[in-house]
């Protein structure tokens, strides 16, 4: 008995298409949403609250680390994907993504960066820095510097280069 037609395709392009259908599925390890802006609502890490808010002006001293490798490839908390090779930062309560002017007060040098993450959540940090962005900060090798931070903005989404937006509280909710 002869085998059922499939019209032009037949049984191998069949199964390359299978095989190409289940492969999609396949794209990454995680997971993501897309990409969007994020203010939060308050919450708690190992019993300390923060109060993420929009802000007009942000300005704070203390200090600075980086995260790198075992972050690399997962979600932000903006459903970003954290890249240790962007100019990228994690603040525990500026609205996401945001831009901001991280100054090393140890040697002067200064890079602004794309706030899409949530942390640092170790005491007396204020802000946790991709690898990228502290070697451009020369603490690298450190670990942790003195800084300065500076809000300057919100951030476009998709944004190549990091260039402040102008957005209203609106869009945000």
Request: aromatic share 10%; net charge positive.
């Amino acid at each position: 008995m002869r085998g059922v037609q499939l019209g032009r395709l037949g049984l191998g392009a069949l199964a390359v298409l299978c095989s190409l259908t289940l492969l999609a599925g396949c794209g990454g390890t995680y997971r993501t949403s897309r990409p969007h802006y994020k203010v939060g609502t308050p919450y708690q890490v190992s019993g300390q609250w923060y109060h993420p808010r929009m802000v007009s002006q942000y300005e704070q001293e203390g200090v600075a680390s980086w995260y790198g490798t075992d972050f690399h490839g997962r979600p932000t908390a903006n459903g970003e994907v954290y890249n240790m090779y962007d100019l990228t930062a994690a603040h525990p309560t500026l609205p996401l993504p945001s831009l901001v002017r991280v100054t090393n007060l140890e040697n002067g040098r200064s890079a602004v960066v794309r706030v899409n993450d949530r942390g640092p959540f170790v005491k007396n940090r204020i802000i946790d820095l991709s690898k990228q962005a502290a070697r451009a900060l020369d603490f690298e090798r450190k670990g942790t510097a003195r800084v300065r931070v500076t809000y300057m903005g919100l951030a476009e989404l998709y944004a190549g280069q990091p260039q402040p937006a102008t957005l209203s509280y609106a869009a945000l909710r």
